[in-house]
Every structure is written in structure tokens, then in C-alpha cells.
């Protein structure tokens, strides 16, 4: 059974340019969040989409905004990118009966913004 | 508002010390859930335990056990003979709602554990 699985595993991008993560969850689950880990942080939860709708947004800006498939796999794009966006970027999934708020996560994307 | 508070942030010890790791958390909801995650250095954060508000009793998993109160908005995490393998960051969250809602998460404590 594949976990949560996110591509690419490092990035590196110069500021201006736009970039997308894609993150496909753990067999069964149909919730997927997104957060934001800059380094010796916590992560930051930037927003969950459910039923291919965004359902919850943290305190991020418009530049970040993504898309959930039918398949249930997801995409964070960022536009305009600045310095202060070179963090580690993790996918989360969520969903089945009986453990349905448990998050579990990627191993993460790591961009680095230039 | 939602916080977590990890007051470590970082912890040494020698295997096969018992390490307990604090977190305080602070929210306005009555129904909520607490979760510890580890994340080794391959970044990927794993799941350990999650726990709801209205379950305050303490919980052993193996070498691993936690202290859920209430009365201090505490919930602690106790490794008990530490390995080597322990060595991680480990972040408490806090979710609010009890959905698949968004988890506030602690800014982790960095144990590390030697031979």
C-alpha cells in the first residue's frame, strides 16, 4: 500500500518564476492538505482540499493556490516567487473511517527559491 | 486562536535514558485533538498518536508513552529507555473541529540521542 507520494523531491527556482507540486495520496483517502516548513519551523498549514474544492485556506497569499483531481491527487502552484518561499513543501492525506482526521504526510518537496 | 508551545528545542541524551518531551497547547473549542508527529532527517513526518479531548487517560505504546491533562493544557511525550534510533524532531499538533481540519503544529523539539 503507497503512501503519500510528492514530486519533485527538490526544486530549485529563482525568484519571479512559478512552480509546481503535485502529491498523491495514500490509497483511500480523499482530503488533501498542504503546508509550508521553513527550516527549524514547524509547519504551516497552507490550505485542504476536499471534493476537489478548496475547503480551508491558512494565512497565506493568493500567489499559492492549487487544484485537487478526481483522482484525488493535488497540485500547489506558486507564482511570483520570492526569497522567503524556499521552505520544505508537504502533502498530507486524510480521510478514511475510523481515522479520518489523522494527517499522513509525504516525504515533502524541497524548493529552493534563488 | 490556536497555539502549541514546545518549550525544547533541542535535547541530548545517552541511550537508555528516559527523555519526556513537553507541549502546552491553548484553544477556545471543547472538542479538539492532539497528535505527535517524528520527523527523522528524511523529512517525511510520522505519524505516533492522536488523541481526542473528552480521553484524558494516558497512553503506553512500547517504549512510548503519553500524559494527556487537561487541567494544564499539557500533553506530554515520554520515551522511555531511549535509542539511538529515537533521534528526530517531534512536533505536537493540535486540530480543532475533529474533521480532517487543519493542524496547528508546535515548533518541535530536536532530541537527539547518543551511543
Known amino acids: 500500500d503507497a503512501g503519500v507520494t510528492q514530486s519533485p523531491t527538490h526544486l530549485i527556482k529563482t525568484r519571479g518564476q512559478q512552480v509546481t507540486l503535485r502529491c498523491s495520496p495514500k490509497s483511500g483517502h480523499d482530503t488533501v492538505s498542504w503546508y509550508q516548513q521553513a527550516l527549524g519551523q514547524g509547519p504551516q498549514f497552507i490550505f485542504q482540499?476536499?471534493?476537489?474544492?478548496?475547503?480551508q485556506r491558512g494565512n497565506f497569499p493568493d500567489r499559492f493556490s492549487g487544484h485537487q483531481f478526481p483522482n484525488y491527487s493535488s497540485e500547489l502552484n506558486v507564482n511570483a516567487l520570492l526569497l522567503g518561499d524556499s521552505a520544505l513543501y508537504l502533502c498530507a492525506s486524510s480521510g478514511t473511517s475510523g481515522s479520518r482526521n489523522i494527517q499522513y504526510f509525504g516525504a515533502g518537496t524541497r524548493l529552493s527559491v534563488l | 486562536a490556536q497555539k502549541v508551545t514546545q518549550a525544547q528545542t533541542e535535547i541530548s541524551v545517552v541511550e537508555k535514558e528516559d527523555v519526556t518531551l513537553d507541549c502546552v497547547y491553548e484553544?477556545?473549542?471543547?472538542?479538539?485533538?492532539l497528535f505527535w508527529y517524528k520527523q527523522p532527517p528524511s523529512g517525511e513526518l510520522v505519524f505516533l498518536i492522536r488523541?481526542?479531548?473528552?480521553?484524558?487517560q494516558n497512553e503506553i505504546s512500547g517504549r512510548y508513552s503519553w500524559n494527556f491533562q487537561k487541567s494544564t493544557s499539557s500533553f506530554n511525550f515520554t520515551i522511555t529507555a531511549s535509542q539511538v534510533v529515537d533521534s528526530a524532531v517531534y512536533f505536537c499538533a493540535l486540530s480543532e473541529q475533529g474533521g480532517s481540519e487543519k493542524l496547528v503544529f508546535g515548533k518541535g523539539t530536536k532530541l537527539t540521542v547518543n551511543p
Open positions: 484553544t477556545r473549542d471543547t472538542t479538539y485533538y
Open positions: 488523541r481526542n479531548s473528552f480521553d484524558e
Open positions: 482540499y476536499y471534493e476537489e474544492e478548496e475547503r
